[in-house]
């Protein structure tokens, strides 16, 4: 597998974090899959608006999958509910040490207010699945790190920079759940390097949180549905019911969509809306403006798509079924859309107004996106838009 980035230029090394200006709201910017499934020593750039462009069998998937599972993770999820099926995550034809151990190792780093904050885990998946490392630092300073020193007993030994009369403060944490995600309940903020540590993990936590896996499907989304709280489903089978919702409760962001709409649809497009149907559910329309509607249930896979989609990048973690770091003001939080085949179904036109929207609300920094597509020969002259080239 080879990797090149459109943003710096193909073939050459990835600008330096600390070259890297700071940012006011924590997100990812960059994405390492160290030893991960088909991946080994790659490294993803993540901007605003990133593609992963390759064709099939190169690996979009995967990444898309680890950076989900850190997302996961870092929202305090157990690794067996992360990892379903481990072994598959191994990397390809990796042998086993003397123990019969087989593992793998992501990692990724988080911007914000306190600069580049880097994370990498390693992740046990033979014999037993369990998170046997971990290390978390910022500005060359290790601010935790994890081991796994007694196979017998399931927890890792972690030590966390304190900077005060101890310089380093050690105990067990568990072996199945992310230590950095742990440090608020342990990290008491006394000294100058615990808040250091506390600052420093709660950036990586909400970069990593608010997270919307994303992957619309056209056949659901033609049936009613009922109504219910609103929330867009991953795969936005209730996408009619989330209509009802966003077309009462705010009209100018409802425009918005309606605009969208409008210019990657077929034909007059004059609202998008959701009608009742006398049962407690309802199904979406398309009005064209001349006394004539169109049900959801007569529009091809690509627009549904494209609505499904335009919804998702003008809305929110209000909106989403996402969630969030609810202890942080919305306002500090980036939300980031993961979207595989983002392009499928899609004509020309979809995709372009998709990306425009997407690069639009990236660079408002309320909204950021991770997609992968087949081809990105569409995307040239693209402004805010970070192409990532992967081949088998």
């Not at 481990?86 to 151990?101: F, H, N, S």
């Not at 030590?159 to 990290?187: K, S, Y």
């Not at 936005?236 to 009462?248: F, I, K, P, S, Y």
């Not at 407690?280 to 690509?302: I, S, Y």
């Amino acid at each position: 597998m080879s990797v090149s980035s459109a943003s710096p230029e193909p073939g050459s090394p990835l600008p330096s974090l600390s070259d890297r200006p700071a940012v006011a709201r924590p997100c990812l910017t960059e994405l390492r899959l160290s030893a991960f499934a088909g991946h080994r020593g790659a490294r993803f750039a993540i901007g605003p608006v990133t593609l992963l462009a390759g064709p099939s069998g190169c690996g979009k998937t995967t990444a898309l999958r680890a950076y989900e599972a850190l997302a996961r993770l870092g929202g305090g999820a157990p690794v067996a509910e992360v990892f379903p099926d481990p072994g598959a995550c191994v990397p390809d034809r990796a042998r086993p040490d003397a123990q019969r151990r087989r593992g793998f190792r992501i990692g990724c780093t988080a911007d914000g207010p306190e600069g580049p904050v880097r994370l990498d885990v390693a992740v046990q998946a033979e014999p037993e699945l369990r998170i046997v490392g971990e290390r978390l630092t910022s500005g060359g300073l290790v601010l935790l790190e994890t081991a796994l020193r007694d196979p017998a007993r399931r927890v890792v030994q972690a030590a966390w920079h304190t900077a005060g009369a101890t310089p380093v403060t050690r105990a067990p944490l568990p072996d199945d759940r992310l230590g950095t995600a742990l440090l608020p309940l342990r990290v008491a903020g006394k000294t100058d390097g615990q808040r250091q540590v506390l600052a420093a993990a709660e950036q990586m936590v909400v970069a990593l949180r608010s997270v919307f896996a994303c992957d619309p499907r056209p056949g659901r989304m033609r049936l009613p549905v009922p109504t219910a709280s609103g929330r867009l489903l991953p795969g936005c089978d209730n996408l009619a019911d989330v209509l009802w919702r966003t077309r009462a409760e705010c009209g100018r962001r409802h425009a918005q969509l309606v605009a969208a709409v409008r210019a990657g649809c077929a034909g007059t497009v004059t609202d998008v809306l959701a009608e009742p149907l006398g049962d407690g559910t309802v199904r979406g329309l398309l009005d064209r403006g001349d006394g004539f509607r169109t049900a959801f249930e007569r529009l091809g896979d690509g627009e549904l798509r494209y609505v499904a989609l335009a919804l998702v990048l003008l809305t929110g973690p209000g909106v989403l079924e996402v969630d969030a770091a609810r202890e942080v003001p919305a306002a500090m939080q980036t939300l980031t859309v993961l979207a595989d085949a983002f392009d499928r179904s899609l004509d020309p036109c979809q995709r372009r107004e998709l990306l425009r929207l997407a690069a639009r609300m990236g660079q408002r920094g309320h909204i950021r996106v991770v997609a992968g597509v087949g081809d990105a020969s569409w995307t040239a002259g693209a402004d805010g838009v970070t192409v990532v080239h992967l081949e088998p």
